[in-house]
């Protein structure tokens, strides 16, 4: 990979999935957690990687952010392993999901592929994780999920707005047009 590779993405990438996984343990209330306010995040970096770069250059960055975030999760011992887990399959196929709806949804309106990319990427995400992570445990999962899920997609429609300002102010030139 050469410094055409956003490297900057698989670093937010892996801080947003470490960060999430950390969170996750904290409850706000019956309803929702403190991670669910960092993760959906990781969409707005993984739509503009893919305007950007383009979607074989989102799924990189999506493999080596997922290797990261897990490793990162793995090696903290606060963070339950089975949390781990749940958060790697979930980020790993949600995110890969984003990249392909987005990919086919790029050439319409520019809010219409990062808006159904992210919340339709955000119910499996949300599903995924809480089912594996919680399920069995006590934990109020359910409800935690639905929180999560509001969360998700409220942030995702304030990151369409942020991505509809960064996306205006990269210039094509940034993009490599292959990412190495």
């Given at each position: 990979?050469?410094?055409?590779?956003?490297?900057?993405a698989v670093v937010a990438m892996a801080v947003i999935v470490g960060a999430?996984?950390?969170?996750?343990?904290?409850?706000?209330?019956?309803?929702?957690?403190?991670?669910?306010?960092?993760?959906?995040?990781?969409?707005?970096?993984?739509?503009?990687?893919?305007?950007?770069?383009?979607?074989?250059?989102?799924?990189?960055?999506?493999?080596?952010?997922?290797?990261?975030?897990?490793?990162?999760?793995?090696?903290?011992?606060?963070?339950?392993q089975r949390i781990a887990i749940a958060s790697g399959l979930a980020f790993?196929?949600?995110?890969?999901?984003?990249?392909?709806?987005?990919?086919?949804?790029?050439?319409?309106?520019?809010?219409?592929?990062?808006?159904?990319?992210?919340?339709?990427?955000?119910?499996?995400?949300?599903?995924?994780f809480f089912g594996i992570a919680f399920i069995g445990t006590g934990a109020?999962?359910?409800?935690?999920?639905?929180?999560?899920?509001?969360?998700?997609?409220?942030?995702?429609?304030?990151?369409?707005?942020?991505?509809?300002?960064?996306?205006?102010?990269?210039?094509?030139?940034?993009?490599?047009?292959?990412?190495?």
């Amino acid at each position: 990979m050469t410094s055409r590779f956003p490297w900057w993405a698989v670093v937010a990438m892996a801080v947003i999935v470490g960060a999430s996984n950390y969170l996750v343990a904290f409850p706000i209330n019956d309803w929702l957690v403190w991670g669910a306010l960092t993760y959906p995040l990781a969409f707005l970096v993984n739509d503009l990687v893919n305007r950007f770069w383009g979607a074989a250059c989102a799924r990189k960055v999506v493999y080596v952010g997922f290797a990261v975030g897990v490793l990162l999760s793995l090696s903290v011992d606060t963070i339950d392993q089975r949390i781990a887990i749940a958060s790697g399959l979930a980020f790993l196929l949600a995110q890969l999901l984003d990249v392909a709806i987005f990919d086919r949804l790029r050439v319409g309106r520019w809010w219409v592929a990062p808006s159904v990319s992210s919340g339709i990427s955000s119910v499996v995400d949300t599903l995924l994780f809480f089912g594996i992570a919680f399920i069995g445990t006590g934990a109020p999962w359910h409800q935690w999920a639905m929180g999560d899920l509001a969360v998700k997609w409220s942030v995702a429609a304030l990151s369409v707005l942020v991505y509809g300002v960064l996306a205006s102010r990269m210039s094509s030139t940034s993009r490599s047009g292959v990412c190495k």
